[in-house]
């Protein structure tokens, strides 16, 4: 069985500071590890994945993600945060192949104030 | 190219219609997802299908939801005797087969309103 933890529901940052969004994931086998983003009334696009090649992931944006499996998580981060950023943010798992549904934490609500 | 298309965008109902919600998968893709996400939850899954077959409903939350696949293409997501608790965005996702991993592509989703 698979899991994932969003640590925080909401995260509130000043615009040109850095991002932390955390997770941590629960799994039998060694995932495969997502963040997808959510603007507002729009549909879910992907960040970045983590397919156990590097474990510093990139991702668009500027967004990276680091899979550290002693730690189970795969935190979100971003340098510098723009207004644009303001969305809510899944971290998601899966098997790392097959056809199986993903499984979404519950989001992380960013707010970036200017 | 098109991604992943869903219509209607929007639908309001009273409680006890039927509704049907339709996905356009990407070109290609032969597998194809159902999830449900309503305020403050996250993403709950619902049915997945391969080619026209469902092998995984686990997800589906009463008889009352039911799907179907055909042409291996588009699929539909009917909702009888709509009830309130329904209300929610109802998003589609589809997969190309032969990736080593899952990701999926997903659409703008559906938001239905029950009234």
């Known amino acids: 069985a698979q899991s994932v933890t969003q640590l925080d529901s909401h995260v509130s940052v000043s615009e040109g500071t850095p991002v932390l969004l955390r997770c941590n994931y629960s799994s039998s086998y060694s995932p495969s590890l997502f963040w997808y983003v959510q603007h507002p009334n729009k549909g879910l696009q992907l960040l970045l994945k983590y397919t156990s090649a590097a474990t510093l992931v990139k991702g668009i944006n500027g967004f990276e993600a680091e899979f550290k499996k002693s730690e189970t998580s795969f935190h979100l981060t971003k340098p510098s945060a723009h207004m644009s950023d303001a969305a809510e943010y899944f971290c998601?798992?899966?098997?790392?192949?097959?056809?199986?549904?993903?499984?979404f934490g519950k989001g992380t609500r960013l707010s970036v104030i200017a | 190219g098109a991604g992943v298309s869903q219509s209607p965008s929007n639908k309001v109902t009273e409680k006890g219609k039927d509704v049907e919600l339709r996905c356009d998968p990407i070109s290609g893709h032969t597998a194809l997802y159902w999830y449900r996400q309503s305020l403050g939850q996250g993403l709950e899954f619902l049915i997945y299908f391969q080619g026209n077959s469902a092998p995984d409903k686990s997800g589906l939350p009463s008889d009352r939801f039911s799907a179907e696949r055909t042409g291996g293409s588009v699929s539909t997501l009917t909702i009888q005797r709509t009830q309130q608790e329904d209300s929610a965005v109802y998003l589609c996702a589809s997969r190309r087969q032969g990736y080593s991993y899952n990701e999926q592509f997903f659409g703008p989703g559906t938001r239905l309103t029950v009234l």
């Open positions: 998601v798992v899966s098997p790392p192949s097959g056809n199986t549904p993903l499984v």
